[in-house]
C-alpha cells in the first residue's frame, strides 16, 4: 500500500486516492487541426517509464483535489508531490531532464523554496516510508 | 479423494548455448510467448536459425506468475477467433509436443451480479455461438449444481444472478507448457539464451539489423518483440512508441487442500476469480493495481479486497490460509486487446498488450506471430490486432464485455 502525502491533508493510505494516469496531457489546443495521428497520440498514447513518472492523483475520500505526483515505478518510492499546473520539478524550463539523476533533482528538501515549484511537498527517497508498498 | 500427481521435475530440455554472432531472426523475451513464437517459426517456416534471448531465466515473468485459465468466450468476432484457434491448439499440443503439461478442460464459468451483467452476458453467449464458442447461460441453481460450494444466496452484497459457461475452457500447468515449448524448439536447433538481456538495437535507417545485448552484439535480419511488461521500454530503445501502460497484477495461492472446488469461477464485478490447482492450492487472483508499475509487486489492499469477496462468494474459504502472494507486470492496452503486427521500425514485430489475459493466447500468439515475421504481413487472425487500430479507430473493446480479462 502507498502512503501518499496529500498536498492538503498529509500522508494518507493509498485507498483513499484515485488514481488520474499521466500528468501534464493537455487538451489539443486545435482540435479540429489535428491528424489521425495526432488523435491517436492524444488519446491512446502516454508514456510508461520504468523509472520516474509524473502522474495525477485525487485524494477522493479526503479534501477531493487533485495534484501531481513524481513516483519511481519500480521501487515505488514518491519522490515529490507538487500542484496541478505547474511544471515539473525535475525538468528544466525546456523540458529536458536536469543533470544528475532525475529522482534527486533540485526538488530535494535542502534546496526548499528554490526548487522550481517552490510549493511542491519533496520526500527524497532516504524519509520515504520503509517499504513504502507492503 | 486424493490430488493429481504431477509429472517428475525434469532434467535439463534445452542447451544453454553461447549466443552465435549473428542469426536470421532474434526473438525478445523468454516467456510462453517469445518460446511458442520460435516454436512454430522453426516448425511452421522452417526458420531454426534463431534465437530466443531472456534477460533473467526461462518463462520468469508472466509466465511464471499467471493463474493459468484458458478460455476463448470473448465477445467480438476478431477476438472469438484468435481466442477460439487458441483454445483449438491448446487441444492439440501435448501430443503434439509430447509432453504432458495438464490442460483441463473442467470449464469456466463467469458470474453474472447485476442485471447489466446479466444482459451482457446472455449477449456474449448468443455471439459466442454465432462463432462457433460453446456457451451456455446458466441460472443460479444450475450454477450451483456445477460448483457447489458457491454461495447463491441473494442476501448477500452482490448476489449471483447466474452465470455463462464454457465447458471447454480450463487451466493448465503453465511452468510445463514452457518448458515442453523449450524443449521443442532446441530439438529443432533454436538457441535459447537466458540471462542475456537486450539493452539496444542496430539500425541501419529504419531498419533494425541487430541487437545489442549484455552479452555481446547479435546481427539479425529480423526482431520480434515478445516482452510483456517492458514491451514500452523495448520499443522507447527501438525509437517507437506502443499504448501500453504497464501494471502490476497480483494472484495468490492458499494451502493445500482437498479437491472442492471442480471447475474455474470468475467474477468480472467484485473482481476475483478462483480455481483449484492439480496438486489442490486454492488459486486466486484479482484486478490489477491502479498505478503504473513495473515492481512486479502490487498493493496489500487489492488481495484484501480480493479476499472480501472470494468468502463471500465461498463462505468455505473463510479457514484457508494465504500461502504466497505475487506479483507481474501486466501490459495494457485502452481496448484490453493485444497488438500483434509489425512495427514503424522495418523488420521489427512486436506482439504485446496482452495484459491479464495472455496466457490462453500462447499457442495462438505464437503461430499468428510466427507467420507475422516470417511473410513480413500479419496472419489473418492477428490483421486486426494491428498497431494501426489505434489510429484508424477499429478499435477491439473487450473491456466492456469482459472487464476483467484473464
Ligand atoms: C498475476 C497474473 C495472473 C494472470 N492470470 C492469467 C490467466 O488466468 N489467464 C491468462 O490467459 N492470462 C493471465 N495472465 C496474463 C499472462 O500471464 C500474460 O499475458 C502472458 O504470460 C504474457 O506473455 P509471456 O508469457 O510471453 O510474458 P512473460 O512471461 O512476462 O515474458 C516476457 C519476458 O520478456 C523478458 N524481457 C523483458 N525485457 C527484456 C529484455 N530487455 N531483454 C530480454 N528479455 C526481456 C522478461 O524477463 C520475460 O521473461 C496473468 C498475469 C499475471 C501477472
Ligand atoms: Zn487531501
Not at chain 2, 479423494?1 to 535439463?12: A, C, G, I, K, R
Given at each position: ?134 | ?87 483449438k491448439l491448446w487441444e492439440i499440443l501435448p501430443e503434439e509436443l509430447e509432453y504432458d503439461f495438464l490442460f ?68 493448465a500447468?503453465?511452468?510445463?507448457v514452457?518448458?515442453a515449448?523449450?524443449?521443442k ?178 499457442p ?43
Amino acid at each position: 500500500m502507498l502512503l501518499i502525502p496529500c498536498p492538503n491533508c498529509g500522508p494518507r493510505d493509498e485507498t483513499e486516492f484515485h488514481y488520474g494516469g499521466q500528468a501534464h496531457v493537455p487538451y489539443p489546443e486545435n482540435p479540429n487541426e489535428l491528424t489521425d495521428t495526432e488523435w491517436s497520440r492524444y488519446l491512446f498514447y502516454r508514456e510508461n517509464p520504468k523509472g520516474i513518472f509524473a502522474e495525477r492523483w485525487v485524494h477522493s475520500t479526503g479534501c477531493r483535489q487533485w495534484f501531481n505526483m513524481l513516483r519511481d515505478t519500480v521501487s515505488y518510492d514518491i519522490k515529490s508531490v507538487y500542484p496541478m499546473g505547474s511544471k515539473r520539478p525535475d525538468r528544466s524550463p525546456d523540458g529536458a531532464p536536469e543533470s544528475g539523476t532525475a529522482s534527486t533533482g533540485p526538488d530535494s528538501t535542502t534546496t526548499g523554496s528554490a526548487a522550481p515549484s517552490t510549493s511542491s511537498t519533496s520526500f527524497p527517497s532516504t524519509t520515504a516510508p520503509e517499504g513504502a508498498t507492503k | 479423494m486424493s490430488t493429481q500427481h504431477l509429472p517428475e521435475h525434469p532434467d535439463f530440455l534445452w542447451r544453454n548455448p553461447e549466443p552465435k554472432s549473428s542469426y536470421d531472426a532474434v526473438i525478445v523475451g523468454g516467456g510462453g510467448h517469445g518460446l511458442a513464437t520460435a516454436y512454430f517459426l522453426a516448425k511452421n517456416h522452417g526458420m531454426t536459425n534463431i534465437a530466443v534471448l531472456e534477460k533473467g531465466w526461462l518463462a520468469g515473468g508472466n509466465m511464471a506468475r499467471n493463474t493459468t485459465i484458458i478460455r476463448s468466450n470473448y465477445l467480438w468476432d476478431e477476438s472469438a477467433a484468435i481466442y477460439e484457434h487458441a483454445l483449438k491448439l491448446w487441444e492439440i499440443l501435448p501430443e503434439e509436443l509430447e509432453y504432458d503439461f495438464l490442460f483441463s478442460q473442467r470449464g469456466v464459468m463467469n458470474l453474472a451480479h447485476t442485471l447489466g451483467d446479466v444482459r451482457e452476458s446472455i449477449r456474449r453467449v448468443g455471439a459466442n455461438k454465432l462463432n462457433g464458442v460453446d456457451a451456455e447461460w446458466l441460472d443460479p441453481q444450475q450454477v450451483k449444481e456445477l460448483c457447489p460450494i458457491l454461495n447463491i444466496r441473494d442476501n448477500i452484497r452482490y448476489p449471483v444472478m447466474g452465470a455463462t459457461y464454457q465447458p471447454r475452457a480450463g487451466i493448465a500447468k503453465h511452468d510445463h507448457v514452457a518448458w515442453a515449448f523449450a524443449r521443442k524448439c532446441d530439438e529443432m536447433g533454436v538457441d535459447i539464451i537466458q540471462n542475456c538481456e537486450v539493452t539496444g538495437f542496430l539500425k541501419d535507417g529504419d531498419r533494425v539489423v541487430g541487437v545489442k545485448t549484455n552479452r555481446g552484439t547479435i546481427n539479425t535480419e529480423k526482431v520480434g518483440l515478445c516482452a510483456a511488461g517492458h514491451s514500452s521500454v523495448l520499443a522507447e530503445m527501438a525509437g517507437f512508441q506502443l499504448p501500453i501502460q504497464s501494471h502490476p497484477l497480483q494472484a495468490l495461492v492458499s494451502e493445500l487442500h482437498e479437491p472442492v472446488h471442480p471447475t474455474v469461477v470468475m467474477s468480472n464485478h467484485v473482481h476475483v476469480y478462483v480455481s483449484q490447482a492439480h496438486k489442490g492450492e486454492l488459486v486466486m487472483g484479482a484486478g490489477v493495481d491502479s498505478y503504473n508499475g513495473y515492481g512486479q509487486r502490487g498493493s496489500f489492499h487489492v488481495i484484501e479486497q480480493q479476499m472480501a469477496a472470494a468468502v463471500e462468494l465461498f463462505p468455505i474459504f473463510a479457514r484457508a490460509h494465504v500461502l504466497r502472494t505475487w506479483g507481474g507486470i501486466v501490459d495494457t492496452t485502452l481496448d484490453a486487446s493485444p497488438i500483434v503486427g509489425t512495427t514503424p521500425v522495418e523488420n521489427m514485430f512486436v506482439n504485446c498488450g496482452w495484459g491479464t489475459g495472455g496466457f490462453k493466447g500462447t499457442p495462438a500468439a505464437g503461430m499468428t506471430f510466427a507467420h507475422t515475421i516470417a511473410t513480413g504481413a500479419p496472419h489473418k487472425l492477428n490483421a486486426p490486432f494491428s498497431l494501426e487500430r489505434f489510429e484508424t479507430g477499429a478499435l477491439i473493446d473487450e473491456h466492456g464485455a469482459a472487464a476483467v480479462a484473464h
